[in-house]
C-alpha cells in the first residue's frame, strides 16, 4: 500500500481513495493454513487486530516479534520465548494472552489466506464495502441535510447555506485560518469580530431579520451558538404549523440577505439601510414562497 496523501498537490481522486484504507484494512483478517506468510505478533490473524497491540506488554517481553506463525507453532503448542521471567503481577496477564490463542487448533496445509470480515462468506466485494463505508454514523444523522436541500429556495442560495453549515464561507475568521493576515471587524455593525457565528446569528443587524419572522408568529426564540443548530433549532420552533416549508426557507433567506450586504460593503464600498436589507431579504422569501406556490398548482 502507497503511503498516506499528506500534500495539496497529486490526484485528488488517488487521496480520497487512500483515505478509505485503514476503515477496509480494519475489516481484514488472516486465515491460517501453514502460517509460513503470517506474522505472529503483527498481523490480525485472530480477527480483532494484532497480538502487538492486543497485548503491548507481552510484546514488549518477547523474543523474536517477527517470528511467523509457523515459527512459533509446535506440535507441543506455542514457542513463546521472554526476554525474562515474569512478575507475579504479570502472570493472570499472561493467562488472559493465552486464552486469546485458545481457538487456534494448529498448522494444517494449503497458504494462508486473507479474510474480509465485511461478508460472512469472506470475500470481499465492493458492495459490502460501500455499504461499510457508507454506514450512518451519528454525525451524519446530525447533519441538516434536509434543512438545507428539501426547500424551495434557488439552489444558489441553498449552495450558500451549506458553506455555511461547513463553516466554510471566506469570512475574516476563516480567512485567518487560513494564514491571511487582517484586522477583522464586522462590516455591518463594525464593532465585533467578524466570525460566522457573529455574522450569520449574533450581529444587531441579523438579529432584526431573525426579528421580522419571529415576530411573525409569535414566538420566543433562543438564538444557538452554531449554524447547524440554528437550522434544527428553527425547524423546531415551526414544528406542526402549516406553513412549515415556508418557515424552513427562513435561515437561508436571512443568510443570503446578509452575506449579500456585508460583500457589498466589503468590496463595493457601498451599504444599504437597515430598510432596504430586510426588504431584500423579504424579496427573497417571497420568490421562494411564489416557486413552492407555483410547483403546487402545477401540479395539482
Ligand atoms: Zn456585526
Not at 12 to 22: A, E, F, G, N, Q
Not at 46 to 59: H, M, P, Q, T
Not at 80 to 94: A, G, P
Not at 290 to 295: A, L, N, V
Request: hydrophobic share 40%.
Amino acid at each position: 500500500m502507497t503511503k498516506p496523501v499528506n500534500s495539496t498537490y497529486g490526484v485528488s481522486l488517488w487521496r480520497s481513495i487512500r483515505v478509505l484504507w485503514p476503515a477496509l484494512k480494519s475489516q481484514v483478517s488472516i486465515r491460517v493454513l501453514n502460517g509460513n506468510r503470517t506474522s505472529f505478533w503483527n498481523d490480525n490473524w485472530l480477527g480483532n487486530g494484532a497480538l502487538k497491540d492486543l497485548f503491548s506488554d507481552i510484546y514488549a517481553l518477547a523474543h523474536h516479534q517477527q517470528r511467523s506463525i509457523a515459527k512459533m507453532w509446535s506440535p507441543q503448542g506455542w514457542e513463546l520465548i521472554l526476554r525474562r521471567d515474569l512478575n507475579d503481577w504479570e502472570i493472570s496477564r499472561m493467562a488472559e494472552f493465552y486464552k486469546q490463542l485458545d481457538d487456534f487448533t494448529g498448522t494444517q496445509n494449503g497458504d494462508d489466506t486473507l479474510r474480509w470480515q465485511g461478508h460472512s462468506s469472506g470475500k470481499f466485494s465492493v458492495n459490502a464495502a460501500y455499504k461499510m463505508i457508507n454506514q450512518p454514523t451519528p454525525q451524519v444523522t446530525n447533519w441538516p441535510w434536509k434543512h438545507i436541500w428539501k426547500t424551495k429556495i434557488p439552489c444558489k442560495v441553498a449552495c450558500f447555506s451549506w458553506l455555511l453549515a461547513k463553516e466554510a464561507v471566506l469570512t475574516h475568521e476563516n480567512l485567518k485560518k487560513r494564514n491571511w493576515t487582517m484586522c477583522s471587524r464586522c462590516f455591518l455593525c463594525e464593532k465585533e469580530v467578524e466570525t460566522v457565528g457573529h455574522l450569520f446569528l449574533h450581529c444587531r443587524i441579523t438579529d432584526q431579520l431573525w426579528k421580522i419572522f419571529i415576530n411573525l408568529r409569535g414566538i420566543a426564540w433562543t438564538m444557538p451558538r452554531k449554524i447547524t443548530e440554528a437550522l434544527f433549532s428553527w425547524e423546531a420552533a415551526g414544528a406542526g404549523a402549516d406553513d412549515i416549508s415556508r418557515w424552513k426557507m427562513v435561515p437561508a433567506c436571512i443568510w443570503w440577505a446578509i452575506w449579500k450586504e456585508r460583500n457589498s460593503r466589503c468590496f463595493e464600498n457601498s451599504s444599504n439601510t437597515m430598510q432596504e436589507i430586510k426588504l431584500n431579504c423579504i424579496k427573497l422569501f417571497l420568490f421562494g414562497v411564489t416557486r413552492s406556490t407555483q410547483r403546487i398548482l402545477y401540479l395539482s
